[in-house]
C-alpha cells in the first residue's frame, strides 16, 4: 500500500476526536453546501429557462418567415403556400416542422368591456402538441373541411378582463374598408404567463382572416419554422435565408422578443457569482483545513522527518488528507442537490407566484454536461490549493517539530 495514503487514513477525521475531527466535519459540510447549491442553481435557471423559451416558441416557432412589408406591422402582407421553401421543407434535416399563420387586429366584445386584440389565426398544421402545455381549460379549436371555424381561445388574461369563459359567445369587431365583425365561440383558455401573449392574442382558424382580407385558399400571413435542435438557432439563419424566395423575410424569434431571451442571459449572471463565491469558499475552506491539520500534527511532521522521510512523501499525506475531505464533501454535495432535483421534479413541492415568475413551479432541467463541468471545477480548484498549505512542511525544522506543543 502507498505509504503517504495509508498514514492519511490514520489520521483522517474517522480517526481523529476533538477540535480537528470537529474542523474536518465543518469542512466537508461546507464542500457539501456548496456543491448542492451550485447544482440546485444550474438545475432551477436551466428549468426556468427552458420553460420560457418553449412557451415563446411553442406560440411562434424558432423563425417566422413572411413577405417584406413596411406597412401595418400587425397584419402581413400575403405570401403563397406555394412557395418552394414551403412545399419541401421536409427536405432539410434541420427544419422539424413548418406551419402557417396570419394576424389580424380587432376589437373584442364582451358583456361590458370591450378589449382591442389581435387575432391569430392558424391551420391543420399547427403544432397543438407542443402548445398544450399552454392549454388551462377547454379544448384546441376544430377545423372545418369547408368554411372557416368560429372556434377561438382566449387567454386567461383577456377572458378575466371581459368577465368570459368556456362556452360564451363574443364578437369581434375589425377595422377595416368595409368595417366587419364576426362572432366565435369560445371553446379553450390558455395560459403562458407571458404579457406579450396573454394580453393580446386569441386564436383562431386562419381561415376566417383569408375570408376578411379577400385571399385565395393558399395565402397567409407568413410561416413559423420549427428547428430540429434549438441550440443552433444562430447557425441556421444564414441557411434558413438561402432556402426562402427572394420576396420573403427570415425573422429570428430570439430577436422578435429579444427583452425576453436578453432577461434570460441576465439570470446567467446570478449563476456566475454563486460560483465564484462558493469556489472561494471551499478553497478557503480546504487551505484552513489543513494548515490546522498541519500544526496539530506538526509533531508527528518532525518525527517523520527524523526518521528520513522526504518532505514530498509528508506532503502527500496531507494532500491524501484533504482529498478525502474533498471526495466525502463532494458526495454528499451531489446527493443534497441532484436528490432536490429529483424530488422537485417528481413531486411539485415548490410552488410560485406566476404573475411574478412567469411559471406555477419551480421547474427543473436536467443539464448533465454542466452538473459534470461543475464537480470537475470544483476537484480541480480544491485539489491544486491543497498543494499551498503543504508547502509549509518544508520549513518545518524536525528538532523545533518534536519539541512542538
Partial sequence: ????????????????????????????????????????????????????????????????????????????????????????????????????????????????????????????????????????SGRFISFSE????????????????????????????????????????????????LEDFDERIIVGDIQTIRNLNGWGSDKVGGFEVFLTNPDKIDEYEEELYDLVDYDLNVIKVTDRYIQIFDWLLLLNNNVYVFLVLILFVAAFNMVAILFILIMERTQMIGILKGLGAKNALIRRIFVWNGIRIIGRGMLFGNILGLGFGFIQERFRLIALDPENYYMDIVPIHWDWIAIISINLLILVVTITVLFLPAMVISNVKPIKAIKFD
Fill in 1 to 136: 500500500m502507498n505509504l503517504s495514503y495509508f498514514i492519511a487514513k490514520r489520521i483522517s477525521f474517522q480517526r481523529t476526536g476533538g477540535f480537528t475531527g470537529t474542523i474536518h466535519k465543518v469542512a466537508v459540510a461546507s464542500i457539501s453546501i456548496g456543491l448542492a447549491i451550485l447544482i440546485i442553481s444550474f438545475l432551477i435557471l436551466g428549468g426556468f429557462q427552458n420553460v420560457i423559451a418553449d412557451k415563446v416558441f411553442s406560440f411562434t416557432g424558432h423563425f417566422q418567415v413572411q413577405r417584406f412589408s413596411a406597412g401595418n406591422m400587425l397584419e402581413e402582407s400575403p405570401a403563397s403556400k406555394n412557395s418552394q421553401f414551403y412545399t419541401n421543407f421536409q427536405d432539410y434535416d434541420f427544419i422539424s416542422h413548418v406551419q402557417e399563420y396570419a394576424n389580424k387586429p380587432g376589437l373584442l366584445k364582451g358583456d361590458e368591456e370591450v378589449e382591442g386584440v389581435i387575432l391569430k389565426g392558424v391551420g391543420p398544421s399547427f403544432d397543438t402538441l407542443a402548445f398544450a402545455a399552454s392549454m388551462k
Fill in 146 to 193: 369547408e368554411g372557416a371555424s368560429n372556434e377561438i381561445l382566449l387567454s386567461s388574461t383577456i377572458a378575466n378582463k371581459l368577465l368570459l369563459d368556456i362556452g360564451d359567445r363574443v364578437t369581434m369587431y375589425f377595422v377595416q374598408e368595409p368595417p366587419r365583425f364576426r362572432r366565435f365561440d369560445i371553446v379553450g383558455i390558455y395560459e403562458t404567463f
